[in-house]
């Protein structure tokens, strides 16, 4: 593992500790969801369909939740982090909801053969790409988990909503695309603005739409959908004014820019030409 994968781990390591441990937590509201609150959104589950018995892989699962909610809906579900400290409380968490799913520790850019051709379904939600050094091996594993005819479903982050900084004034000040390391120093959380936190580095990585279904096609994928969404039903980055309907959207000028894409792309029963 390179020096910034290996700091990336330390501050999600760092993160999957305190996430879902405080009472103004955000995104991770463990009690209601031991209570049975579904924390998968809309976009998501559409895509998903019927998880029913399917075999269905979390990438970038974190400490599980998300995991634990496809089981809830009759997965077989299985979720993978490289995160230890992420994994370790995602199987604690499994046995406090009474639920069953497994987890494996791994780097998403070389997930283990175990894992290969195993399942209809690999999903990874908001937060991912921004991570990955290497998008085209991060493209080549999913898909390598796929049975012929299985399915990647991705919604994340909209790259034009990552280069925003403020929308009032607008500035935009990240790179849209290009996939060269941004270094940062970390302070807290955006799961809670109060908890204390420990300042550590970090690189992210910044993928236009084009890149991404590009890395998709390249690994062998074929593109089912790839949509654009202005409006989300969280904010994902604590930046977006909510509107009368309960929706996030990111206003400009008259109209509104992407905040989210999804996108599902298949591994073909025989390899296209
Ligand atoms: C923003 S979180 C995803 C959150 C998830 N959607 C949820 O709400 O539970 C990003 C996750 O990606 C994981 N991650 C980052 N880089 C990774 C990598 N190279 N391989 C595997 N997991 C990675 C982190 O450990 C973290 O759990």
């Known amino acids: 593992m390179n020096e910034e994968t290996a700091a990336n781990r330390a501050l999600w390591d760092a993160r999957a500790r305190v996430h879902g441990t405080t009472a103004e937590d955000r995104f991770y509201d463990v009690p209601s969801f031991l209570a049975g609150r579904q924390t998968l959104y809309g976009i998501e589950r559409d895509l998903a369909g019927d998880v029913k018995g399917r075999d269905l892989l979390h990438l970038h699962c974190h400490f599980g939740m998300d995991t634990l909610n496809w089981a809830r809906l009759g997965a077989r579900a299985t979720g993978t982090d490289f995160s230890p400290a992420a994994i370790s409380r995602a199987r604690e968490l499994t046995v406090r909801a009474g639920l069953r799913a497994d987890f494996v520790e791994a780097d998403a850019q070389q997930l283990p053969q175990e ?20 998008l085209d091996a991060w493209m080549r594993s999913a898909a390598m988990t796929l049975r012929p005819g299985g399915a990647l479903i991705m919604v994340d982050l909209h790259p034009l909503f990552q280069t925003v900084a403020t929308f009032d004034p607008f500035v935009a000040d990240w790179p849209y695309g290009g996939g060269r390391q941004q270094q940062e120093t970390v302070v807290g959380t955006y799961a809670d603005a109060n908890v204390h936190m420990e300042a550590l580095d970090a690189a992210q990585y910044p993928y236009s739409l084009g890149e991404i279904v590009t890395a998709a096609v390249r690994a062998g994928l074929h593109i089912d959908s790839l949509r654009e969404h202005t409006e989300a039903e969280f904010d994902p980055r604590g930046i977006l004014p909510r509107r009368a309907d309960g929706l996030y959207h990111l206003p400009f000028s008259a109209t509104h820019l992407p905040v989210l894409y999804s996108l599902k792309a298949t591994l073909p029963a025989s390899p296209l030409r």
Do not use: M, N
């Not at 990874?124 to 290497?134: E, N």
């Open 115 to 134: 894992l290969a051709a195993r399942f209809d379904l690999a999903i990874a939600t908001y937060g991912v790409l921004c991570w990955i050094a290497d």
